[in-house]
Structure formats: C-alpha cells, structure tokens
C-alpha cells in the first residue's frame, strides 16, 4: 500500500510570485484534503476535494486554489505569494465517508517566500 | 479563533511513567475526536480516536477520554517511552468521521527521558 506522497519537499519562492504543490493520496482514497502548518501552530484547514470538485473551504483567499485528478491526485496552487504563506503544507487522503477510517497525511512540502 | 485549545505546550517525563495531554474546545458541534503525533520532518500520524458516544477509547498504551459536558478531552500514554518523544496534536470535526475538516490544537511537544 502506497502512502500519501508529496512534491516537492523544500521550495524557496519570492514574494509576488506563484506556486505548484503536488500529491499522490494513498491507493484506494478518493478524497484529499489540504493544511496548512504555520511555524508553531497546528495545521489549518485548506480545502477538500473529493470527485475532482471542492468539496469544502477554510478561511482562505481564493488566490489559494487546487485541482484534483481522475486518479485522485491533487494540486495546491497559491497566487501572489505572501510572506505569511511560508508553512508547511500538508496533504491528506481519505475515503469519503469511509467509516472509521482517518485523514492520512503526507511529509509535507515546506514553502518559504522570501 | 482557536477552537481546539492544547495548553502547556512542552511535556517532560521519565520513562516508564505516565503522559497526559489534555485538549478544551469550544464548538458544541464537534462530535469525533483525534489524536495524531508528528515527529520532524514527517506529517502527522493517526494515533487514536473518539465519537462523542462515548466516554473513553483505549488501544494498547494509549487511551483517550472525553468529557463532553467540559468540552475537554484528554490523552493518556502509558507507560511511555522514549519513541513516544515527539509533537502531539488534538484535532476534532463536526459531522462525524467521513468528515475531513479538522480543527487541530497548537500541539504539545512530549520529551520522554530514558
């Protein structure tokens, strides 16, 4: 059983400028979700996709926005990078409405703008 | 506005002893309830849960209680050891488990000393 897998693991960005994040959910999860983990704080939900549409938005911009792929694969796009966006990003998968079964996440991918 | 509150951000404790990590949150609609622990450089890993029909949920070393009525849960490892050393988070969500939106605590770093 494959894990959650994330690309890529460091990125260092200028401010203004536009980031790609990438996700391969667990095999046999439909649903990914996304974090964000700033320095000393717990992750804050993103969004959620499930079926390649949104299905569910935390309290941020819509410059943050994302993609998931028929093979349930997903995307974080961030636009005009701020300095607050430096974090840990985190990607999760799941299957929707799976019963007892929990998010599992992947290592993340630290993004710093400078 | 923090919903899941983790106070006393860092633990220490002797081996062989016991842990307890507690979690307040504020959202009356919040009815399953997790634990995860991340070590650096990885993400967050499931560790244990609870639906909010119940009062406690135990598995190996680790059990988790819930007092609904003080909106307070908390985690008990024991007895610990020295893997056990790492960031402990308190999540919850509303809706049940197929629900992927999680509202986590800051964390609480756990030092076990061997």
Redesign the interface.
Known sequence: ETG?TQSPTHLIKTRGQQVTLRCSSQSGHN?V?W?QQAL??????IF?YYREEEN?R?NFPPRFSGLQFPNYSSELNVNALELDDSALY?C?S?V?????????????TRLTVT | DQQ?K?NSPSLSVQEGRISILNCDYTNSMFDYF?W?KKYP??????LI?ISSIKDKNEDGRFTVFLNKSAKHLSLHIVPSQPGDSAVY?C?ASAFG??N????????NQVVVIP
């Open positions: 959650v649903t979700s974090y000393g704080q717990g992750p804050q939900f959620q569910g935390g985190l999760a799941s929707k409405d799976g019963g007892s079964a929990p998010l599992h996440f992947g290592n993340g | 899941v983790q997790l995860y450089a990885e993400g967050p890993t499931f849960s988070f999540a488990v197929g992927n939106r999680l509202a986590f605590g800051k964390g």
